[in-house]
């Protein structure tokens, strides 16, 4: 067996699938979960119309792991019109089906293990696919804390010099999973710099892009290379998805783009690895990318729900209206004392409501766990099922005083 494999870490739904096994929720109330972040409005009618016509012939042929020109093309349509930002859909976009397995696949090709001390710098906390990328590519992962003084911006500066020096690859997440937060110009220039000088790769983890709560739209990892003069993206890679943005996580679809040079080796180890995207998944992404009503509407449904669930927690809990995603991280009350274990164990016990507890999407490193204290919920529900567990999280606050 491959003994890297062993130094995988359990997935955080199974750690709370153990956690909560000795618990019974209070049979008075129906469950809700706002533990896993699955997009749960409805997939466009555009998108199964296209997949559905597809059918006919999409079955009858090996697609290419490049994509058709179509596709590649309606995915460089795309970051035009909403970055401002002009790729070769030929050299510099690559479809891929759905993020998860492109970052996976990612640090596979960048990452030389042979090189002293290979390292893969991520944020923390984090999705968990980046660390187990690392940790597959034979990297160590070095976890950088986000602060929650400054917006829950990573801290970067803590990070090394050392650490940098053996850095082949930094994850970064903008708009954050789980925090929302998105980064702004200044943080790219500094990770930019810090590219340049120590020539790591950036991966640049966009699936939330398209949830956002304030006027502008986030600012994405090639529209900053692009305003910072660095028009061929070098040592960048970004990953955007359909999952989030169109509502399809079961179609499994996304694109990269980026520095040409890296895509051409990911095309290459993805060759291999055998991960072409269905002609018909194709077909549905073009109509899918080519859409943005769609996207607006879908967006509306969230601000709508977020004015009126995060009023509701905030009135016993810190926790504020994110930048981006569609996740609330808030913090547990004082009664708890950092327990967000507990605190996520006695609202299922009591209310039948399920929450992520913060700590499973974060590590232990430099002494500090920085989910711990917080509890993720992801309000993918519909408005009424958030509201209700909202309310009853009110209650389970306000009776355990
Ligand atoms: C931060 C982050 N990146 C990537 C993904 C993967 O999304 P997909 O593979 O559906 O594009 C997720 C899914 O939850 C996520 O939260």
Redesign the pocket.
Known sequence: MNPLLSRLQPYPFERLRELFAPITPNPAYAPISLGI?EPKHAAPELVKQALTAALGSGLSGYPATTGTPALRQACASWLQRRYGVQVNPSTQVLPVN???EA?FAFAQTVIDPTRDGATVVCPNPF?QIYEGAALLSGATPYYAPSDPARNFAVDWDSVPEAVWARTQLLYV?SPG?PTGAVMPLDEWRKLFALSDRYGFVIAS?E?YSEIYFRDEPPLGGLEAATQLGRSNFERLVAFT?L?KRSNV?GLRS?FVAGDAAILQQLLLYRTYHGSAMSPVVQTASIAAWNDEQHVIDNRAQYRAKFAQVTPLLASVMDVALPDAGFYLWAAVPERWQGRDTDFACELLAQYNVTVLPGSYLARQAQGLNPGQGRVRMALVAETAECLEAAQRIVQFIQSNP
Do not use: E, H
């Open positions: 972040g759905g993020t998860r970052l999705y997440c999973n983890d699936c998805s999952s996580p996304g």
